[in-house]
C-alpha cells in the first residue's frame, strides 16, 4: 500500500482547506483509512477516522469543523478543514489500517493568525 497525501499549506485564521489522501497498491479498504496530525511538539493525534455505517469519530477539537469522506472509486479520502485556527498547524498523515499498518509522508498544514 502507498498513501499520498496533498493539499497543505499556509491558510489564515477562519480559512479553510482540503486534504487529499490517495491510495495505491493492495488496499484492503478506503473505509479502513484514517487522518492523523502531529503539532509541534506534540503526540501524533487520531483525528479521524471511519466506523463503517456509523458517523465517524472526531477529536474534540475538531467537531463541526472538519468532515472525513471518502471517493472509493479513486481509492481516496479527503479531509475538509474549516474554521481552521493556530491549533490545527500540525503535520497531517493518512494512515491505511488494513493488515498492517501504512503512513503516508505527511503535509504540513500552517494556520496564521
Known amino acids: 500500500v502507498q498513501l499520498q497525501a496533498s493539499g497543505g499549506?499556509?491558510?489564515q485564521t477562519g480559512g479553510s482547506l482540503r486534504l487529499s489522501c490517495a491510495a495505491s497498491?493492495?488496499?484492503f479498504s478506503v473505509d479502513v483509512m484514517r487522518w492523523?496530525?502531529?503539532a509541534p511538539g506534540k503526540q501524533r493525534e487520531l483525528v479521524t477516522r471511519f466506523r463503517g455505517s456509523r458517523t465517524p469519530d472526531y477529536v474534540d477539537s475538531v467537531k463541526g469543523r472538519f468532515t472525513i469522506s471518502r471517493d472509493s472509486a479513486k481509492n481516496t479520502v479527503y479531509l475538509q478543514m474549516n474554521n481552521l485556527t493556530?491549533?490545527?498547524t500540525a503535520v497531517y498523515y493518512c494512515?491505511?489500517?488494513?493488515?498492517?499498518?501504512t503512513w503516508g509522508r505527511g503535509t504540513l498544514v500552517t494556520?496564521?493568525?
Open 9 to 11: 499549506g499556509l491558510v
Open 36 to 38: 492523523y496530525r502531529q
Open 86 to 88: 493556530s491549533e490545527d
Open 95 to 101: 494512515a491505511h489500517f488494513g493488515t498492517s499498518v
Open 25 to 27: 497498491g493492495h488496499i
Open 111 to 113: 494556520v496564521s493568525s
